[in-house]
């Protein structure tokens, strides 16, 4: 590890100024951020510490929820607030790393994540990631793992955070802090960026912009749940993932919500597979046309070829899951 300067911040603000000064960070839990310091993919000059900041309340707000962005993730999870009005979140934090990394882990923290690529943590692997220009050894290499959705030629690597794919169906939004003190809010859609070219820029954050709030609106209409498939039961990420929310009213589909993870490079809302849901009856075969729809532009680099089928069978099975289907599960 190389070394490197250390402040604990005193407010957010002065937080998000420290920040922008060239080669900075923020550090929280640090569960993410520590492996890559100690492979030296990430070389801070400086971290800021934010974990004594006023960041841990969990709060009702306009019929939702406002939750700091220093809620450690089991916290979170297991909030009454959480487990009663939005079981979908619950789920998919309880299906994320162990125990003890969400005691760790924080709200902010597993939106800004990074990729579980092997070729972003083999630094003698090219990487356009880690390493602009190098190349991408994934799409030629063993990209079991890798993108279906939304990728390029630059990059095949898919973003791990269950949080993200939960935050997503909800239509969560983002409150920041920028090194000038002003705030801004974005719907978390438009947090995350696809790789395109330049996969190193991975979110719409401004240098310094320091996450303060994760907000939830009022809980959407519907049966919620969340579906992971992985390679072991506990302590994996996600081959594929589903957050789902489904409106069923005299044995049609009113509404849906749907995000996929493990399948590309940000959390991806399924709007196709909405649109052909609508209206539709609550059936095997309207579930099974929806994940075809999600699936459509969906590419695969030959150690993931599995992925499009599994994709469409997980979201197909969760879809009937959460309308009620008898046996769906």
């Not at 407010?11 to 900075?24: E, I, L, R, V, Y």
């Not at 709200?107 to 692997?125: A, E, W």
């Not at 793992?145 to 935050?167: F, K, N, Q, T, Y």
């Amino acid at each position: 590890m190389i070394p490197f300067t250390y402040e604990r911040a005193a407010d957010a603000n002065s937080a998000a100024k420290a920040a922008a000064q060239p080669g900075a960070k923020f550090i929280a839990g640090g569960t993410n951020l520590l492996d890559l310091m100690k492979l030296e993919i990430e070389q801070p000059a400086h971290l800021i510490d934010i974990t004594r900041l006023p960041l841990r309340q969990i709060e009702a707000k306009d019929g939702g929820v406002r939750i700091g962005a220093q809620v450690p993730n089991s916290d979170l999870a297991a909030h009454p607030l959480i487990r009663d009005r939005y079981p979908v979140l619950s789920k998919a934090l309880l299906a994320g790393a162990s125990g003890q990394l969400r005691n760790k882990a924080s709200t902010g923290g597993n939106l800004l994540q990074r990729t579980r690529c092997y070729y972003f943590y083999d630094t003698s692997k090219a990487c356009n990631k880690r390493e602009p220009g190098s190349g991408c050894a994934a799409l030629q290499g063993f990209n079991r793992i890798h993108a279906i959705l939304g990728a390029s030629d630059s990059c095949i690597a898919v973003h791990p955070s269950d949080m993200a794919v939960a935050l997503t169906a909800l239509e969560a939004s983002i409150e920041t802090m920028l090194p000038d003190g002003s705030k801004r809010t974005l719907p978390i859609g438009e947090l995350h960026r696809l790789p395109g070219d330049t996969p190193h820029i991975e979110t719409t954050l401004h240098p310094g912009e320091l996450i303060t709030a994760v907000v939830l609106p009022p809980p959407p209409p519907g049966n919620q749940t969340y579906r992971k498939v992985r390679d072991r039961a506990s302590y994996a990420f996600a081959l594929i993932s589903v957050a789902a929310i489904v409106r069923v009213e005299a044995g049609r589909i009113r509404d849906s919500r749907i995000a996929l993870g493990g399948v590309a490079h940000k959390p991806w809302r399924a709007l196709d597979a909405e649109r052909a849901l609508r209206g539709k009856p609550a059936s095997m075969e309207s579930f099974a046309n929806a994940a075809r729809a999600a699936l459509r532009s969906a590419k695969s680099y030959g150690g993931n070829d599995f992925k499009i089928p599994l994709a469409h069978r997980v979201l197909t099975r969760t879809l009937a899951e959460v309308a009620g289907i008898e046996g769906a599960a």
